[in-house]
């Protein structure tokens, strides 16, 4: 069994984040919402909703009029994109290019990636990946007859062998798809090392961000990647997709776009008129991390781009404890199994959605029981079709994901453990 993890040393106050998020305080007859389902979308604190409603209100008109709603809209969405650019650590804000959410971004970006590879070139998809990530580049080879070569991983260690890229990557490979950490096992993949040995090969790299991004400190520059692509509303934001690309690989794309949209950098990318509101809310999100950061470093906050990664040190270690306490916790239930890292020691390389099995009980029927009692989890494949398939958990109903944020408690997880316990003796 592993040894519990109790956080003592919150070097935050739990509570007053928590104070926040309105949402988090609301009851059913009584009973409090526990919220596990964050991989699937967080709740958003009020000053996400305060922004957003400041721009509706006092800034709703197009950008680039000589009026003052256009000018307001104007400054609110550039400040939106510098937040998002220090969030990223991105050299420059023309590299952040906005739309409606990570699938959409990554749909359309492909099209234009397309246009540069020949039949022939390979790309290299993981089976660990969530399927956004995965189905785009399927299509993307079906128009353009491309080969596609599969990166497994370990179905035990639940991690990949990137001796196995080594024997995948050849002269041919054009691009490398992966995920920075999987919204099904939770393992955080070495992204680093994977875009390094693209690069060594010519190929780009395409960094699905979506489950890493709510809980470790996006680097682009330290990654080393060609594409970074996230999703706000699971970080604490609105529903709105975000994606980083390398100028010098933008710049050799054509962008999909409509004639009398800008040609230029980030705008050639955001066809159509975005959802400023939406834009405005990714920057106060980004905002609430600077500001818990802040908070941390006290008197020597430093830049933004410094509190953000204050913030993820400190609200990480919060959340490996509240992940260790949960799998101690369900390591005592008999009949389950955790379909991710458990081990003590490697709980640096999982976020922590811990999703598990159990012998005698569908995912399902777990899931319901515990909406009864007002505790929120997903169950199924969630869209990570290649790793429940790899797991054999496809026909049996896929998994029960408990995903934590640092907007839970101790107590939560208590709850939800004497839930499991009740529902499934
Ligand atoms: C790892 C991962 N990638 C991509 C997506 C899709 O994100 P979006 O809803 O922004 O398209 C999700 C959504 O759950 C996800 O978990």
Redesign the pocket.
């Known amino acids: 069994m592993l040894p519990a993890n109790t956080p003592t040393e919150i070097p935050f106050d739990v509570d007053a984040i928590r104070d926040q998020f309105p949402s988090l305080a609301e009851t059913d007859n009584g009973i409090a919402r526990i919220h596990f389902d964050n991989?699937?979308g967080t709740q958003v604190p009020t000053r996400v909703v305060e922004r957003m409603s400041e721009c509706l209100l006092h800034g709703n008109a197009n950008i680039g009029g000589f009026f003052k709603t256009s000018e307001l809209a104007g400054a609110l969405v550039d400040e939106a994109r510098s937040a998002m650019a220090d969030f990223f650590n991105a050299p420059s804000t023309d590299e952040v290019i906005f739309g409606q959410?990570?699938?959409?971004l990554t749909l359309q970006l492909s099209r234009s990636i397309g246009r540069h590879l020949k039949t022939g070139d390979e790309i290299v998809l993981s089976r660990m990946?969530?399927d956004?990530?995965v189905e785009p580049w399927l299509l993307l080879a079906r128009d353009h007859k491309l080969e596609i070569r599969w990166l497994p991983f370990d179905t035990d260690s639940f991690e990949f062998d990137l001796s196995t890229l080594d024997d995948i990557l050849s002269e041919r490979t054009r691009l490398v798809c992966v995920?920075g950490?999987?919204?099904l096992t939770g393992t955080i993949n070495d992204v680093k090392s994977i875009c390094a040995k693209a690069r060594d090969v010519g190929a780009w790299s395409y960094i699905?961000a979506?489950?890493s991004a709510p809980h470790i400190a996006t680097d682009v520059q330290d990654l080393g990647c060609d594409f970074l692509v996230c999703?706000a509303?699971?970080f604490f934001g609105p529903?709105q997709?975000i994606l980083w690309g390398r100028r010098e690989v933008l710049e050799q794309l054509d962008p999909y776009k409509v004639r009398p949209a800008p040609a230029e950098l980030p705008w050639c990318f955001e066809p159509g008129t975005q959802s400023h509101e939406g834009l405005v809310g990714t920057g106060a999100a980004v905002d609430y991390f600077a500001e818990i950061g802040a908070a941390l470093a006290g008197s020597g906050a430093g830049t933004r781009r410094e509190q953000i990664v204050a913030a993820f040190e400190q609200l990480f270690e919060y959340e490996k404890s509240l992940a260790a306490q949960l799998i101690v916790g369900l390591d005592d239930i008999p009949g389950i199994t955790v379909q991710g890292i458990t081990a003590p020691e490697a709980l640096n390389r999982r976020v922590p959605t811990v999703s598990f099995t159990h012998s005698d009980h569908r995912p399902e029927a777990i899931a319901e029981a515990l909406a009864r009692r007002n505790i929120f989890v997903w169950n199924g494949h969630?869209?990570?079709l290649e790793p429940a398939k790899a797991l054999g958990l496809l026909e049996s109903g896929g998994v029960l994901r408990v995903g934590i944020v640092h907007y839970n408690t101790g107590d939560e997880i208590d709850t939800t453990l004497n839930a499991l316990e009740d529902i499934l003796s």
């Open positions: 991989p699937a959410n990570m699938t959409s990946d969530h956004a990530n995920g950490a999987s919204n699905d979506v489950q999703s509303y699971k529903h997709g969630n869209y990570g």
